[in-house]
């Protein structure tokens, strides 16, 4: 995975197109805010994950007018375009990779580079984006050492399990036999009345509610017939007790005052009518909906009895395949605990091979390690025979061996490419800046180290001024 060029286009703080090309080990150089971890670290980010730690809108350049912007990397034989919103091109061996959708382009990503997680863990030195190691104590150490080696054995283990499964469903030992003959006609004609049965509930409910609807609607109408009957008594003991209109408060003659006491009458007479029939219609709708929900729960009983013994008759063709014992979910108990023990074993083994890789790299400041593997996990390290504590380090050479650290873990599992410090190496003095990029010159790793800034150039290292 060695980075050949990145293309900026409206990416952040770079406005317009911008393109950089790499070596193997860099130095990007340049003021606060010129964009040095933008180059080195949100646009591979991007690129390769369509990860921000903003939201995407954000990686917009401020001043343009264009509403997307991309990332283009060419790393090996590939060229890998993120555009926002949305779009990511795949170009292997100058032919564009056809995918139906942006997760199937993002899973075949994560294949050849690993995901987010792991790259930001492994590939990126001492900074907030990233995470160090050793930092994290020795219960989080220790499961990182696992977690580098899961798909080793996980595959073996999940087929373990889904055995052991297997044997608990089908162990005969705790099975429960039902005295029931079992019919997969009988069992047939079951589902076919309950499949009726169902659709009747469902009908006589939507039943029940439309009859509700209709009840509501009577019951609104009551109250506005009495509403309009207390109006009209209103009126007419109005106009019974004074001469005045109750409207236009004028006064009536005596005929047109008797024309209306008699049509108030006669409305109140039609409102009782009403009322009447209306209650009638009420009692006579909440009936025929308690009649509905007595058929409805005899059919929910029916279905319920049904159910249970379609469950039971179900069960009763498969007990065939009771075929396991409580000894055969013992073994498989047995054969995981057999392989969480080899796992450990191995664990404990693999961790012995990453100490010359990293010896290799801090005797250079007069440091080795030693692994402790058994019951508990802990680090040893010794400079001049005595031992020394993690803490009891210097910031720079806690820097150095972090760095050893990830890369004989990348190393030995043959992966190489690229690693970033993100002003990570602000801690390394002069002498041990030199060591560093001069062993990153004679590791299969490239490297982008963002630097502040530094004088003098080491030969073979190629700067990148913003």
């Avoid at 990397?73 to 795949?90: G, L, M, Q, S």
């Avoid at 050492?145 to 080793?152: E, G, K, V, W, Y």
């Avoid at 029931?180 to 006609?185: I, N, Q, V």
């Avoid at 003095?429 to 963002?450: C, E, S, W």
Wanted: net charge positive; proline share 1%.
């Amino acid at each position: 995975m060695i980075i050949k060029k990145i293309k900026l286009n409206n990416f952040k703080n770079f406005e317009g197109e911008h393109i950089f090309e790499f070596s193997k080990t860099n130095i990007i150089q340049g003021e606060n805010g010129s964009g040095k971890s933008t180059l080195a670290v949100d646009s591979l980010l991007f690129a390769l994950f369509g990860y921000s730690e903003q939201t995407l809108e954000k990686l917009l350049t401020r001043w343009s007018n264009s509403n997307t912007c991309l990332v283009t990397v060419e790393i090996d034989d590939y060229i890998i375009t993120r555009e926002y919103p949305t779009k990511v091109t795949i170009i292997k061996d100058k032919e564009e990779l056809k995918f139906t959708t942006n997760r199937e382009a993002q899973s075949y990503l994560n294949d050849i580079f690993g995901d987010v997680t792991q790259f930001k863990k492994f590939r990126m030195i001492d900074n907030s984006k990233g995470i160090n190691i050793l930092e994290e104590g020795k219960t989080a150490l220790k499961k990182t050492l696992l977690s580098f080696n899961q798909d080793l054995l996980n595959n073996i283990r999940e087929r373990l399990l889904k055995k052991k499964r297997d044997r608990e469903i089908w162990n005969k030992d705790k099975a429960v036999i039902y005295s029931l003959y079992p019919s997969e006609k009988r069992l047939n004609l079951i589902k076919s009345k309950l499949t009726e049965i169902r659709d009747s509930f469902y009908n006589i409910e939507r039943e029940i509610n439309e009859l509700l609807r209709e009840y509501n609607g009577y019951i609104n109408k009551q109250g506005q017939l009495e509403n309009r009957k207390e109006t009209v008594k209103w009126q007419r003991d109005q106009l019974l007790q004074t001469t005045e209109c109750y409207a236009c408060k004028q006064l009536l003659q005596e005929n047109i005052k008797n024309k209306l006491l008699t049509e108030k009458n006669e409305e109140t007479m039609t409102l009782n009518d009403n009322l009447k029939e209306n209650l009638e219609i009420l009692k006579e709708t909440q009936e025929i909906i308690e009649q509905h929900k007595i058929v409805k729960e005899k059919i929910r009983n029916r279905s319920l009895k049904l159910t249970e013994l379609s469950r039971k008759l179900e069960a009763r063709i498969k007990q065939k395949d009771y075929k396991y014992t409580e000894k055969d979910i013992l073994i498989m108990k047995k054969s995981i605990t057999e392989l969480d023990n080899f796992y450990s074993y191995y664990i404990a083994e693999w961790v012995k091979v990453l100490e010359p890789i990293i010896n290799s790299i801090i005797s250079k400041i007069n440091f080795s390690i030693k692994f402790i593997y058994d019951k508990d996990f802990d680090i040893k390290l010794y400079k001049n025979e005595q031992e020394y504590d993690y803490k009891d380090l210097s910031t720079g050479q806690k820097l150095i061996l972090s760095i050893a650290f990830k890369l004989a873990l990348l190393l030995e599992k043959n992966k190489t490419g690229i690693v970033i410090a993100d002003e990570g190496f602000s801690s390394l003095d002069n002498p041990n800046l030199k060591f560093v990029l001069d062993f990153f010159k004679d590791t299969p790793f490239q490297l982008f180290a963002i630097i502040h800034r530094l004088e003098t150039i080491p030969e073979g290292v190629k700067e990148i001024k913003l």
